[in-house]
């Protein structure tokens, strides 16, 4: 089965920087996906890795490290719309790509 | 292009009625998955499709759980009869093909009550 850990709430400031965690046990690991999610609506992809290393994408980047089972989102210039939860996801594989969730990070941006 | 849709947006029902929720992915996608959030907990896997045919129900709760996709287009998740612990928020996905990479798109979900 899949583990997903990451925390549950942060607050950060306007214009600041926050790093939101994820660790991950898995089997058939094929990449990690981060999500965000604002209340009452669909999940909106953000970004995907599946090698080790930082992408970039804008104020959001996302890194990860398969041999520590480690990844994290970088948001950038905080703006109170960055307001929302953030999912990190395991692909594994299997002939298509399955998707198992954490139960996401609820990030508050606060003036 | 439009995006994945689902209906109803919201459903309350008592214990024991039916209640069939309808996904309608991006034009073209083959592959449609079923997810559900309970309150409080993580978004989990139901099943999935790849066209009419089900890949994987391994996440399907119980056998009042029915999925069909006729026609490899639009999908219809059918509980029968529903119970108090089936309420939460059921997401439908679809991504155009089955590669490694491929990036699943959510629709914004149907939230069941079930009284």
């Known amino acids: 089965g899949q583990n997903i850990d990451q925390p549950t709430e942060m607050t950060a400031t306007e214009g600041a920087i926050v790093q939101i965690n994820c660790t991950y046990q898995t089997s058939g690991f094929n990449g990690l996906f981060w999500y965000q999610q604002h209340a009452g609506e669909a999940p909106t992809f953000l970004s995907y890795?599946?090698?080790?290393g930082l992408e970039e994408k804008g104020r959001f980047s996302s890194f990860l490290s398969r041999s520590k089972g480690y990844s994290y989102l970088l948001l950038k210039e905080l703006q109170m719309k960055d307001s929302a939860s953030y999912l990190c996801a395991v692909g594994v594989s299997g002939g298509y790509q399955k998707v198992t969730f954490g139960t996401g990070t609820k990030l508050q941006v606060i003036p | 292009e439009a995006g994945v849709t689902q209906f109803p947006s919201h459903s309350v029902i008592e214990k024991g009625q039916t209640v069939t929720l309808r996904c309608d992915p991006i034009s073209g996608h083959d592959n449609l998955y079923w997810y559900r959030r309970v309150m409080g907990k993580e978004i989990k896997f139901l099943l999935h499709f790849v066209k009419e045919s089900k890949q994987d129900e391994s996440g399907m709760p119980n056998n009042r759980f029915l999925a069909e996709r006729t026609g490899g287009t639009y999908s219809t998740l059918k509980v029968q009869p529903a119970e108090l612990e089936d309420s939460g928020v059921y997401f439908c996905?679809?991504?155009?093909?089955?590669?490694?990479?491929?990036?699943?798109?959510f629709g914004p979900g149907t939230r069941l009550t079930v009284l």
């Open positions: 890795n599946v090698l080790d």
């Open positions: 996905a679809s991504s155009p093909g089955a590669s490694g990479s491929d990036t699943q798109y």
